[in-house]
Nanobody, 121 residues
Framework: QVQLVESGGGLVQPGGSLRLACAASGSIFSISNMGWYRQAPAKQRELVAFIPSGGRTNYADSVKGRFIISKDSAKSTVYLQMNSLKPEDTAVYYC???????????????WGQGTQVTVSS
């Protein structure tokens, strides 16, 4: 059993900053990619940023230069530092991780429950 638990969401004024965290726990043998998606009301879920195990980070064009994704492999935790926030960043943010639960198991995608980020004055 694997769980991803997000934290750090909330209400912030335009131009402000928030830092999201997502900790993976449970039966984890290996973690590959970790990332963040978001879903605004009446919109499809979209990729925000992801960080592969051994490659370069990737960002949606809408957040480049404002958001920074990082991870602490020892803690199985991924972070999303969000700066210069805009009202259009308002959404539920979900973390995701690609995880093997044992040596013989395949990699599977797991999702957190989501955390609300609201940017408003």
């Amino acid at each position: 059993q694997v769980q991803l638990v997000e934290s750090g969401g909330g209400l912030v004024q335009p131009g402000g900053s928030l830092r999201l965290a997502c900790a993976a726990s449970g039966s984890i043998f290996s973690i590959s990619n970790m990332g963040w998606y978001r879903q605004a009301p009446a919109k499809q879920r979209e990729l925000v940023a992801f960080i592969p195990s051994g490659g370069r980070t990737n960002y949606a064009d809408s957040v480049k230069g404002r958001f920074i994704i990082s991870k602490d492999s020892a803690k199985s935790t991924v972070y999303l530092q969000m700066n210069s926030l805009k009202p259009e960043d308002t959404a539920v943010y979900y973390c995701t991780a690609t995880i093997k639960t044992s040596f013989r198991s395949p990699f599977d995608d797991y999702w957190g429950q989501g955390t609300q980020v609201t940017v408003s004055s």
